[in-house]
């Protein structure tokens, strides 16, 4: 199991490697639905950070408060005081490179909109009160299902 600053690390290089900045509610999201994947596939945590139900979604407050200072610009590799305490193992950094493959494409905002689906971890935990956590069962339970049961996606043949 990782610090949150790990994942969020990985993230950042696999953006320089592919020449794209991210956000920090990218950063945010790509963490967050990493560890889901994480507990889904693999019945464990990715990360030992709490995740909690805020208004605008689930956060991971511990890396909330060093990239808020962002804004809305990326955040920088370089300059973003990144506690990591890990290296991730080879099966860890090429699960989050399948996870960035996937999910590059879409902004922060995207992303988000994507975590405030019906029945997702935080439409169950949300309920208007601050620092509610979301438990990592209730994530796995989600994910699981996803992987049991995986959307539709519609094609131009079939809309």
């Not at 990782?2 to 790509?30: R, S, T």
């Not at 860890?92 to 999910?103: G, Q």
């Amino acid at each position: 199991m990782y610090n949150c600053f790990d994942v969020a690390k990985q993230f950042l290089k696999l953006a320089k490697e592919d020449g794209v900045g991210i956000e920090p509610m990218k950063l945010l999201k790509l963490t967050y639905i990493a560890h889901g994947w994480h507990l889904g596939f693999f019945g464990k945590p990715l990360i030992s950070n709490t995740i909690e139900a805020w208004k605008y979604g689930p956060v991971i407050p511990d890396l909330y408060h060093v990239t808020k200072t962002f804004g809305f610009s990326n955040v920088d590799i370089n300059t973003f005081q990144i506690r990591s305490t890990t290296e991730l193992k080879e099966d860890d950094a090429k699960f989050l490179k399948v996870i960035w493959d996937n999910y590059k494409q879409f902004s922060g905002l995207d992303l988000s909109t994507k975590t405030h689906l019906n029945d997702t971890p935080w439409k169950e935990t949300y309920d208007g009160s601050f620092n509610k956590v979301i438990d990592n069962a209730t994530i796995e339970k989600y994910y699981k299902n996803l992987i049991a049961n995986p959307p539709k996606i519609e094609t131009a043949e079939h809309a």
